[in-house]
């Protein structure tokens, strides 16, 4: 009664507090009440307010409950919010690797094209003047073939010959140019010469 009348202590007070906590006592609390204001018999003069000391009460032992919930679901929305912006990010760098792993390879495809073989050949009484990348310039003979692949003036300047061709070189140091006829090669760095080479001829 000294609780409900606000005259216990404060270690009173707190071992009434941690009782209510416990399981159960909650209901053992509000039936004890409700046989107290069935037959209250206060004194005469006593005008407190048991409905409000009542809802103090409940306050006081819910509170730190309501607190302590409050406290984790702040902390259960911080972590969820950590964890979406790790995941984003981790998302977002695979998107990244995935797209650089996809352009190197379409890169790969676009700067390796299929190396072909170019030839080309004169008829009787025809001729061909060929105008290279590098600006050698081959005339081709009657009766001649001459061929390369798509690459040459790149890595190397080679040909290969069958018949008659005159050529005037463009000079470069660093990429000799070489005609291969029936089995020999002649290499020229900047000059004009004549190759004459038809099976049974030289």
Same mark, same amino acid.
């Given at each position: 009664m000294k609780f409900l009348e606000g005259n216990c202590s404060p270690k009173e007070e707190h071992e009434v507090? =941690?009782? %209510?906590? @416990?399981?159960?006592?909650?209901?053992?609390?509000? *039936?004890? %009440? #409700? &046989?107290?204001? #069935?037959?209250? @018999? !206060?004194? %005469?003069?006593? &005008?407190?307010d048991y409905q409000e000391l009542l809802k103090k009460i409940h306050s006081k032992v819910l509170k730190p409950e309501i607190k302590k919930t409050a406290k984790f679901r702040k902390l259960l929305v911080e972590s969820l919010r950590i964890?979406?912006? $790790?995941?984003l990010i981790l998302f977002s760098g695979y998107l990244l690797i995935e797209g650089f792993r996809y352009r190197d390879k379409n890169e790969?495809?676009?700067?390796? !094209?299929?190396? @072909?073989t170019?030839?080309?050949?004169? /008829?009787?009484?025809?001729? *061909?003047?060929?105008?290279?990348?590098?600006?050698? $310039? $081959?005339?081709?003979?009657s009766q001649s073939e001459i061929s390369f692949t798509s690459e040459y003036g790149k890595k190397d300047r080679l040909v290969t010959l069958k /018949? #008659?061709?005159?050529? #005037?070189?463009?000079?470069? =140091? %660093?990429? !000799?140019f070489r005609v291969v006829s029936n089995g020999i090669t002649t290499t020229a760095l900047g000059t004009a010469f004549n190759v004459f080479a038809r099976e049974g001829q030289f």
């Open positions: 507090l =941690s009782w %209510l906590k @416990q399981p159960g006592s909650s209901e053992k609390f509000d *039936l004890f %009440l #409700e &046989k107290y204001f #069935e037959n209250p @018999q !206060p004194k %005469l003069d006593d &005008k407190t964890a979406a912006s $790790i995941t790969l495809a676009v700067t390796k !094209p299929e190396v @072909q170019i030839s080309r050949v004169t /008829g009787v009484g025809e001729k *061909l003047t060929l105008w290279m990348p590098d600006k050698t $310039i $081959i005339t081709v003979n /018949g #008659e061709a005159f050529f #005037e070189i463009s000079p470069d =140091s %660093l990429r !000799p």
